[in-house]
């Protein structure tokens, strides 16, 4: 242990010269920058996630619109033939 005032403690003046650091203030501070942060990566990953389901919706109405003209096809097909057979 070394003595106060001594070499280890040699920065003259009294520690009440100085502000002291208030751990609650940074700790709080720091906890706002983290949830920040968090709530920044959340509004990303949430776009990416609603760009996707809006390709997955095109792709789905192309699926949906695709079987439509097939079933219209056919339905045509089947006019066409039996217009030729009368």
């Given at each position: 242990?070394?003595?106060?005032?001594?070499a280890?403690?040699?920065?003259?003046g009294?520690?009440?010269?100085?502000?002291s650091?208030?751990?609650?203030?940074?700790?709080i501070?720091a906890n706002?920058?983290?949830?920040?942060?968090?709530?920044s990566a959340?509004?990303?990953?949430l776009?990416?996630i609603e760009?996707s389901?809006?390709r997955?919706?095109?792709?789905i109405w192309?699926?949906?619109?695709?079987?439509?003209a097939?079933?219209?096809?056919?339905?045509?097909e089947?006019?066409?033939q039996?217009?030729?057979?009368?």
């Open positions: 242990m070394t003595a106060r005032g001594g280890a403690g040699s920065g003259g009294s520690r009440f010269l100085f502000d650091f208030d751990a609650a203030t940074a700790r501070e706002e920058r983290v949830a920040e942060e968090r709530w959340l509004d990303y990953r776009s990416h760009t389901l809006e997955l919706e095109r792709r192309v699926m949906v619109f695709g079987g439509a097939f079933l219209l096809a056919q339905g045509a089947a006019l066409v039996a217009a030729m057979v009368r």
